[in-house]
């Protein structure tokens, strides 16, 4: 069964800094590779999704990276601000059997 | 608005209870969801229906009982609730089953007392 870990769980830093969230899944076979944010109280937002044969997506100062062959996704946010701090959840979807979510990370950038 | 709404967005009950909560999507998605994010905030799916029909059911007590009376419409009935029950579950719904441009609601807060 698939597993999602993400490191770090928590992470803080000053304003301005790029940084990356890092992204693993034990089971290769994912259909495509999700990564949304959350903020206290709110829903889901989806930020990027990476089908299994790509292997990056862009929007704006966010991009993603997939290899299947590691096991593993990243999230680089360039030049963070304060509207940045949230929870970042990555989540890889296989088939049909829905999405398998890691616990997150836990952002706060200084303003 | 498009969206998928929830209701209620808090509940509060006593232990025993039967409860209901309520999940509609008006973007003409074919599959809904069920998850549910535990203390931890460890989010885990527990139904997906796909034009009605019951797709995933996910290890869930059988006091969690989900019903689609259309494909708009995804409802969570539990039983006799416990303690542990006690969660957020947000709804979700995406296109089709592969799972491409999802969309979550923003939960509903259940706390068992």
């Known amino acids: 069964k698939q597993e999602v870990t993400q490191i770090p769980a928590a992470l803080s830093v000053p304003e301005g800094e790029n940084l990356v969230l890092n992204c693993s899944f034990t089971?290769?076979?994912?259909?495509?590779l999700q990564w949304f944010r959350q903020d206290p109280g709110k829903g889901l937002t989806s930020l990027l999704l990476?089908?299994?044969?790509?292997r990056e997506q862009t929007s704006g100062r966010l991009n993603a990276s997939l290899d299947k062959s590691s096991g593993r996704s990243t999230l680089y946010i360039a030049a963070s601000q304060p509207g940045d701090s949230a929870t970042y959840l990555c989540?890889?979807?296989?088939?049909?059997?829905?999405?398998?979510f890691g616990k997150g990370t836990h952002l706060i950038i200084q303003p | 608005d498009t969206a998928v709404s929830q209701t209620p967005k808090y509940l509060v009950t006593q232990m025993g209870n039967d409860k209901s909560i309520k999940c509609e999507q008006n973007l003409g998605h074919d599959t809904m969801y069920w998850y549910k994010q535990d203390s931890k905030k460890f989010l885990k799916i527990m139904f997906s229906?796909?034009?009605?029909?019951?797709?995933i059911n996910e290890t869930v007590p059988n006091r969690f009982s989900p019903k689609s009376p259309d494909k708009a419409h995804l409802n969570l009935h539990i039983n006799s609730l416990e303690l542990g029950d006690s969660a957020v579950y947000f709804c979700?719904?995406?296109?089709?089953?592969?799972?491409?441009?999802?969309?979550f609601g923003s939960g509903t807060r259940l706390t068992v007392v």
């Open positions: 229906y796909n034009n009605k029909e019951l797709i």
């Open positions: 089971d290769s076979a994912i259909y495509n």
């Open positions: 989540a890889g979807q296989g088939g049909a059997d829905g999405l398998t």
């Open positions: 979700a719904s995406s296109p089709g089953r592969g799972g491409y441009g999802y969309t």
């Open positions: 990476i089908q299994s044969s790509q």
